[in-house]
């Protein structure tokens, strides 16, 4: 990935040039009257609160009205919090329309696929391309810009808030007529778009762009191509509504650096964030652990992913939560330890930031449950403990900062276009989960104690050994062509069931699959076989497959079949194989093994690339490594995963800025210990 030469952090309002992670939440005086904000500003600094994000939710109350502006409260946040030596990170404030723009504009409501109006009431009620929508917004954004661009509290800009959050889709007449003219551009003639979309099947042959729709309800399964390219557009209408907001921002603060949160995270899948990386001067993200037993696996796998997206550069924690959140079907508090480990994983991935939703718990709202920096119980609480404490350690790993991922010797290719297609409809099975396959990798990764990256698609694989690319369902000719590169350059390629099998267009390639990575893998399929819900298929190496099988040819000599099918209709046929190629090989998975099954076959394919642990024996599995690279140093992050004491006394390393009770040598349950270590010349 090529890398911005000037990359911009926070402007730190003061002239201390000191690194330091930047501590804080989103902050949402509005809601409180003026002694709480005395208070708050007591308890921010108590914490070590350096920075919030302000008036994220607050365009009710700076435009009360069309030509009506009030932004005397806005000032005396902005000068208090200046005052408390607090930074801020602004928001452009126009995340939610006020009722008076909704009233007197009703076109800018979004649209569901079945014609219904998305009414106002609670919050993002607005199309992503409505042009009267943007003219209001970016009239807001001006204002806001242009009130506060000298302020000295202002390190950063916030477009907006969590784009797409739940306006991602609208297939209002608005977004019809974009659509058109994002097909136009990226067709140039309705000849060529019935070509991609293959209109010659069901009648569906158009003669004139002004014939197309979005894919609203339909009788039975919309176009799939016209699916995916609707998929494609709506990320990129988001995108560039962001642009527009950047750009009003550029030109009144070309010194100040804009941010917009991301939600790289469990399965919002609608905004192709690496994609959007490049519109910003740093990437922000938002993330919420849901309970399980890949709670933990899926934070680091979606901090690693933003980490990468981020090009390897530090990234901004925006919002993640300090105990229960309010939105799920039951929401867990977090226990002893987790507050500091959550936080502290996202560091180890890149972060240079935490930062929580909310700072004070609402009294009042839809989100009145969900925890915050101060809860409704107060400071004298174990939550406001937690955060303190968390504020002084984050203080004392200042060294850190600025540190740069290092690159592991593995990586998971992680592509959304296949995340999008291979979960379309009228598929071989509706049960197929791209982003819990990408999972159970990474969950074999962490069982292993192997570093792995999480990557886009796009980003170089040149410095990678081995490379899983689970469900590579979209391999467009030049993808095709880079993975043979680097398996013939020596790299190790995996991929699962379900790759390789349509195009850009999502049209089958033709001839046995897995279509474009065929010869590459030396096998031919020429049926699918997936599984019913409850069955199961055992392999000859003892694991246990689910929800899909082949019925695999080896094509190509040089093929060792690694695992057969024991059981079921393809009894004796191969299920897993591997095609050796000079220093390389690629590796076919035919069935879903899970987290039980994947972590035996994953140390097999990293003995044969010669990868092994960085961690000693008793850790593997129990601790998490990841690592930071600053000027001459290393910053080995031992995050533990379980809820008992892991011994690491056998690591070199200087242990830097212990957490409380932490004893060298030991981690604590869910504790995480910070080790730097002189960088060796190799
Ligand atoms: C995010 C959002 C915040 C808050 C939070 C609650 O999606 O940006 O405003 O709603 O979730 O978890």
Redesign the pocket.
């Known amino acids: 990935m090529t890398r911005d030469p000037s990359p911009r952090w926070l402007r730190w309002p003061t002239d201390e040039s000191r690194p330091r992670f930047a501590y804080g939440a989103?902050y949402n005086p509005e809601q409180w009257p003026r002694e709480v904000w005395q208070e708050d500003i007591r308890l921010m600094r108590e914490a070590g609160v350096n920075i919030v994000s302000l008036a994220?939710f607050s365009w009710a109350r700076i435009q009360p009205a069309p030509d009506a502006w009030d932004f005397a409260w806005l000032d005396e946040a902005m000068d208090l919090l200046h005052s408390g030596g607090i930074a801020v990170d602004l928001a452009t404030a126009t995340a939610s329309p006020p009722p008076w723009l909704s009233t007197l504009h009703p076109e800018i409501l979004p649209v569901n696929e079945r014609g219904e109006t998305v009414w106002p009431g609670a919050r993002q009620h607005w199309r992503p391309t409505s042009p009267v929508f943007r003219e209001h917004a970016l009239r807001l954004t001006t204002a806001m810009a242009e009130r506060y661009r000298d302020h000295p509290a202002l390190a950063a800009w916030h477009v907006s808030?969590?784009l797409g959050?739940h306006n991602v889709y609208d297939y209002s007449d608005d977004a019809a007529g974009a659509f058109r003219d994002w097909l136009r551009a990226r067709y140039g003639t309705v000849e060529a778009l019935n070509a991609a979309w293959g209109t010659d099947f069901w009648s569906q042959r158009y003669g004139a762009f002004e014939q197309v729709l979005p894919p609203r309800l339909a009788a039975s399964h919309p176009n799939p191509t016209q699916q995916l390219d609707f998929k494609r557009f709506s990320s990129d209408a988001l995108k560039d509504y962001l642009r527009a907001e950047r750009d009003v921002l550029r030109r009144v603060t070309p010194e100040v650096p804009v941010t917009t949160?991301f939600?790289v995270m469990g399965e919002t899948k609608g905004m192709h964030y690496a994609d959007w990386a490049g519109e910003i001067d740093f990437v922000s993200n938002?993330h919420?652990v849901r309970p399980g037993a890949q709670s933990r696996d899926e934070l680091s796998f979606s901090a690693n992913l933003t980490g990468n997206i981020a090009g390897g550069r530090p990234w901004f924690l925006m919002?993640h939560?300090t105990s229960a959140?309010?939105?799920q079907s039951v929401n867990v508090a977090k226990r002893e330890g987790e507050l500091a480990r959550d936080s502290l994983l996202h560091v180890a991935h890149g972060a240079d930031a935490v930062c929580f939703?909310q700072w004070r718990q609402s009294a009042a709202g839809a989100?009145k449950y969900?925890s915050a920096m101060v809860p409704h119980a107060g400071a004298d609480s174990e939550v406001f403990r937690s955060v303190v404490e968390l504020g002084a350690r984050l203080g004392s790993l200042a060294e850190v900062v600025g540190s740069e991922r290092k690159p592991a010797r593995a990586a998971i290719l992680f592509d959304w276009e296949s995340w999008w297609a291979s979960e379309q409809d009228s598929h071989p099975t509706e049960l197929l989960n791209y982003r819990q396959e990408a999972l159970d990798w990474y969950s074999a990764f962490l069982a292993l104690g192997v570093r792995a990256d999480v990557i886009h698609t796009g980003a170089s694989l040149d410095s990678y050994d081995l490379v899983v690319a689970p469900i590579l369902h979209v391999v467009p000719q030049p993808l095709a062509k880079e993975l043979a590169r680097f398996v013939e350059r020596g790299g190790h390629l995996v991929t699962t069931y379900f790759s390789g099998v349509v195009d850009e267009n999502d049209h089958a390639w033709l001839g046995g699959y897995p279509g474009a990575l065929r010869d590459l893998l030396g096998i031919r399929i020429e049926e699918f076989a997936p599984l019913l819900p409850a069955q199961r298929v055992t392999l000859d190496d003892g694991s246990v497959g689910t929800l899909w099988t082949d019925r695999i040819a080896v094509t190509d000599g040089d093929v060792e079949v690694w695992a057969r099918y024991e059981d079921g209709q393809l009894a004796g046929g191969p299920a897993i194989t591997r095609r050796a190629l000079g220093e390389g090989s690629a590796a076919y998975v035919s069935t879903r093994l899970g987290t039980e099954g994947l972590p035996a076959l994953l140390e097999r394919l990293l003995g044969a690339a010669g990868i092994g642990s960085e961690l000693p024996e008793p850790a593997r599995g129990r601790v998490e490594l990841t690592v930071r690279s600053g000027a001459g140093n290393d910053y080995w992050f031992l995050v533990n995963r379980t809820d008992e004491p892991v011994d690491i006394a056998g690591l070199a390393g200087e242990p830097l800025a212990p957490g409380a009770g932490q004893r060298p040598g030991l981690l604590p349950p869910r504790g995480v210990a910070v080790l730097r270590r002189e960088q060796r010349a190799d």
């Open positions: 989103d994220i808030n969590e959050c949160n939600m938002d919420y919002e939560s959140v309010n939105w939703f989100e969900h």
